[in-house]
């Protein structure tokens, strides 16, 4: 089996952690990790993939171990994320052939898909919604009604609902049953929560919390994306999120309508919880598509 490497590239004073496994000649698949893990949930993946293909995947800036070098210098926006993500892509010559997307990842990826800073032969959506409203249970209403309040009050409703340690808990853990919850390691949260007690990193997640507002702005952009290019999908979801229910992998439908749909038993970290069964998914369908 290929070993991971871990690695950091300067991307115009950010150090971009990334892990890579496999040939760096194969065929690239990227790995874009939602809020508020890292590259670290993609550990499983990294060792069961890295024979056929070369997997990277970056820790985004404010998460894992990336660093930033001012952190009251670096606008925390998820279309500034995408551009350090697009310079990474640049730098490393990256030819990425498919693309994992979850959480916040998937709307960084959205974006550089849009922009064309990478031109996928095949994607992955897991747990990542691109259509308003669709599938959105109630903590993910919480979004919308963050439109209409001021920044003050907003961020003050979110220090005191989601960025603290109970928050940040059952962001991971959800209402999950217990057979579930016993397989998510603790260290995804701990190292999440960590992350956010670091110096600046709390207020840097309250910006890009307060900026999700851009990313429903965004989804005509993707949805056209989608809808022109056609481009083969696997929607992996785990129908247990407290957040998109089935009905938001199904309005990927409406432009994909050739998407493959897969659900698993688990919730919102199906990488955490079923990493084998995602494996075996994701092997089958990337030896289809690229």
């Not at 508020?36 to 949930?41: D, T």
């Not at 919480?142 to 309040?149: C, F, M, S, V």
């Not at 209402?175 to 999440?192: H, S, T, V, Y």
Request: negative net charge.
């Amino acid at each position: 089996m290929p070993e991971t490497k871990y690695r950091y590239a300067s991307i115009g004073g950010v150090e971009v952690f990334y892990r890579q496994a496999g040939d760096v000649h194969a065929p690239a698949v990227l790995l874009l990790h939602g809020f508020p893990s890292s590259s670290f949930q993609f550990r499983h993946m990294l060792g069961a993939l890295s024979d056929q293909w070369n997997i990277v995947a970056p820790d985004l800036p404010g998460f894992g171990f990336t660093k930033v070098g001012n952190e009251q210098q670096f606008s925390y926006t998820f279309e500034n994320l995408a551009d350090t993500i697009g310079r990474w892509i640049e730098k490393l010559d990256l030819r990425i052939a498919a693309v994992y997307l979850h959480d916040y990842g998937g709307h960084v990826g959205f974006r550089a898909l849009v922009r064309n800073f990478f031109n996928p032969r095949s994607l992955i959506i897991q747990n990542t919604e691109a259509y308003q409203g669709e599938g959105w249970r109630d903590p993910m209403r919480g979004i919308e009604a963050r439109q209409k309040e001021s920044p003050a009050e907003g961020r003050a409703r979110l220090r005191s609902t989601l960025i603290n340690e109970a928050g940040i808990w059952k962001e991971f853990f959800e209402d999950l049953p217990p057979n579930i919850a016993e397989r998510i390691d603790p260290a995804a949260f701990q190292l999440g929560w960590g992350k956010i007690c670091s110096p600046g990193v709390l207020e840097a997640m309250l910006d890009l919390h307060m900026d999700y507002g851009s990313n429903i702005r965004f989804y005509e952009q993707i949805q056209s994306y989608f809808h022109n290019t056609h481009t083969p999908t696997l929607l992996l979801w785990g129908e247990r999120d407290q957040y998109l229910s089935m009905d938001a992998a199904r309005a990927y439908k409406r432009d994909l309508p050739d998407a493959e749909m897969v659900k698993l038993d688990g919730g919102h970290w199906l990488l955490e919880s079923h990493p084998d069964e995602v494996n075996s998914v994701v092997r089958k369908f990337l030896s289809n598509t690229i």
